[in-house]
């Protein structure tokens, strides 16, 4: 079993920075790749990034890519997702979660994932 639970959010002028952290507990958490996803008002959930098991290997949706930095520091058993150059279109609620498999494809499918946080609310002024 793992929980994990998210925090950071906030609201945040566009151009602005932002360090989202997903802190799980359970000791299998350094067995599971960790993602984030996003999930804006009446929009589907949407995948971000991921991070492999080891922190060794990421992956980022074109939409992040080159703004978001996504690490574990696994003696915390927690993920950062840094947040720059934030733009109005990436508000919404992120989770975090839990998925037993490291490949770019399956990451990036919620369906996949075993564990999920409660989210936090990120809003990007213009």
């Known amino acids: 079993q793992v929980q994990l639970v998210e925090s950071g959010g906030g609201l945040v002028q566009a151009g602005g920075s932002l360090r989202l952290s997903c802190a799980a507990s359970g000791r299998t958490f350094r067995k599971y790749a960790m993602g984030w996803f996003r999930q804006a008002p009446g929009k589907e959930r949407e995948f971000v990034a991921a991070v492999s098991w080891s922190g060794g290997a990421t992956y980022y949706a074109d939409s992040v890519k080159g703004r978001f930095t996504l690490s574990r520091d696994s003696a915390k058993n927690t993920v950062y997702l840094q947040m720059v150059s934030l733009k109005p279109e990436d508000t919404a609620v992120y989770y975090c979660?839990?998925?037993?498999?490291?490949?770019?494809?399956?990451?990036?499918?919620?369906?996949?994932?075993?564990?999920w946080g409660q989210g936090t609310q990120v809003t990007v002024s213009s």
């Open positions: 979660a839990a998925v037993a498999t490291y490949d770019s494809d399956y990451v990036t499918l919620s369906g996949n994932y075993d564990y």
